[in-house]
């Protein structure tokens, strides 16, 4: 296509068919040098951009001192801009993906925390004031293991884009909090016979049957209420615990006392041992537990469930009886570290054994010198 020439240097145009309309309109271009090469740029179109001589001869001022991106540029930042992944964009993406445990626990913990403070940005535009602002701000007064949960949750989240390919990664590292979290619940005898007593006669079979499990065999409230008739290998003696906290399917043992608890429950078309509505599994039991756990007079910080699945390793540690790796095994537990916070009870029933051991040699001493 023929260059015509205008009065502004290295600005000229071309001659084209009119967009939208019949005629002709001239094509602005403009040309000069950028990193010692020669450029050539095309500006706008005479009608359908608006666009002159002299806005063409202005547009080429600003691009050689660089207060002006190209067409071309603005197009690219533009296409960034529209695929850009936000926080936002990022979380719904991670929850159609991740089926995970706990999501509905992170879903509250994003919209209270998170959609507010960094929902709107990139992970890569996030700053370590806006982790401050979020510690600070949406998460005042609240535990330092809620902050901890929080952050996480973030971090899975931009982790999750990441791995997708699809947003750049934050230029730092999120500092977590320094939780520490270990509680132990226990019960003694007095507490624990008054609780079977109430478990015994309590009118809804299937609560009591819930708790008593979680006694027996320390299973974990969501293993329970997920617990299918097929997952119990009645002739073997064992148990299969699918998904687990852990993450890794597991098989623990049937003992006696859970065989007969199950034994005084029906077996109905639903698959599930404590069946809700439609036959789907139930996901609740609190109301009926709390009842139990008033009429036992169980502390009041005591967790009913969460509770008496330490109360059942905490009776394993203190036995003396079971070493902390058949422990981690029973409970299911990923990382031993877990299982080390029941490590004092097992060293206390050790060491009771030994002075145990020292007195009967002292009675014997005794005995002989007499």
């Known amino acids: 296509m023929k260059r015509f020439k205008t009065k502004h240097p290295g600005v000229f145009y071309r001659e084209a068919d009119r967009i939208g309309g019949k005629g002709i309109e001239k094509v602005f271009y403009i040309i000069f040098k ?208 699918k998904n687990p906290k852990g993450g890794q399917d597991a098989t623990i043992p049937l003992s006696e006392s859970v065989r007969q608890v199950l034994k005084t429950l029906p077996q109905g078309k639903s698959p599930y041992v404590f069946p809700g509505k439609e036959g789907k599994p139930r996901h609740d039991i609190r109301r009926g537990a709390n009842r139990i756990k008033k009429a036992a007079d169980l502390p009041e910080d005591f967790r009913p469930l969460h509770g008496l699945r330490h109360v059942y390793a905490s009776m394993l540690a203190s036995s003396g009886q079971v070493d902390l790796y058949t422990l981690q095994k029973l409970l299911t537990h990923k990382d031993p570290k877990t299982t080390q916070r029941y490590a004092h009870l097992r060293d206390d029933a050790l060491r009771k054994a030994s002075d145990l051991a020292g007195d009967i040699i002292k009675e014997a001493v005794s005995q002989g010198a007499v």
């Not at 603005?74 to 992944?85: G, V």
């Not at 949750?153 to 990664?169: D, H, S, T, W, Y």
């Open 34 to 241: 950028k990193d010692g090469k020669n450029q050539e740029e095309k500006v706008g179109r005479q009608y359908a951009d608006d666009m002159t001589e002299a806005k063409a001869a202005r547009i080429r001022s600003e691009r050689i001192e660089g207060k002006r991106l190209s067409r071309k540029e603005i197009r690219e930042q533009q296409r960034e801009k529209e695929e850009a992944w936000t926080i936002k964009m990022l979380w719904e993406k991670f929850k159609e993906e991740k089926t995970l445990k706990g999501i509905k626990s992170d879903e509250s913990r994003y919209k209270l925390y998170l959609s507010l403070s960094v929902g709107t940005k990139e992970p890569k535009d996030l700053i370590p004031l806006d982790i401050d602002r979020l510690a600070k701000k949406a998460l005042k007064g609240k535990s330092p293991q809620t902050v901890k949960l929080t952050l996480s949750l973030l971090r899975r989240i931009i982790n999750f884009g990441i791995e997708k390919q699809v947003c750049a990664p934050m230029p730092f590292k999120i500092k977590m909090p320094v939780v520490n979290n270990i509680v132990i619940e226990d019960l003694n005898q007095k507490q624990i016979k008054k609780l079977m007593k109430v478990i015994a006669t309590d009118p809804y079979p299937e609560v009591a049957a819930v708790m008593s499990i979680a006694l027996f065999c320390g299973m974990r409230r969501g293993e329970i209420l997920s617990l299918r008739w097929n997952d119990i290998n009645f002739d073997r003696g064992f148990i299969s615990i």
